[in-house]
Nanobody, 126 residues
Framework: QVELIESGGGLVQVGDSLKLSCRAS????????MAWFRRAPGKDREFVGG??????HTKYADFVKGTFSRDIATHTVHLQMYDLQEEDTAMYYC?????????????????????WGQGTQVTVSS
């Protein structure tokens, strides 16, 4: 059983920064590729960014102003977002899958990820 524990959402002002964190709680010997998706009101869920375990490769959606970092020991990834705008208001979901054993591109489809968090709300106010 893998649980994704999200934190860091909240209410911010336009231009502010915010850091989202996601910790995967599962067997300590398991590695995970992890990603963030978001769903804005009235829109489909979309890929925000992700990080592969092997090599730490990252991929970001074009609209993202942010960077990934990670704490391998605690299976935690952080997404630091900058210069947030009102259109960034959404429910943000952490997603994970068992870490790939080969180098490659970060997966960006919802169906690529098996485990999902409950979501954390990010609201950007002007």
């Amino acid at each position: 059983q893998v649980e994704l524990i999200e934190s860091g959402g909240g209410l911010v002002q336009v231009g502010d920064s915010l850091k989202l964190s996601c910790r995967a709680s599962g067997p300590s010997t398991t590695t995970y590729d992890m990603a963030w998706f978001r769903r804005a009101p009235g829109k489909d869920r979309e890929f925000v960014g992700g990080m592969r375990y092997i090599g730490g490769h990252t991929k970001y959606a074009d609209f993202v102003k942010g960077t990934f970092s990670r704490d391998i020991a605690t299976h935690t990834v952080h997404l630091q977002m900058y210069d947030l705008q009102e259109e960034d208001t959404a429910m943000y979901y952490c997603a994970a899958k068992i870490g790939s054993v080969v180098y490659g591109d970060v997966e960006s489809r919802e169906t690529d990820y098996r485990y999902w968090g409950q979501g954390t709300q990010v609201t950007v106010s002007s």
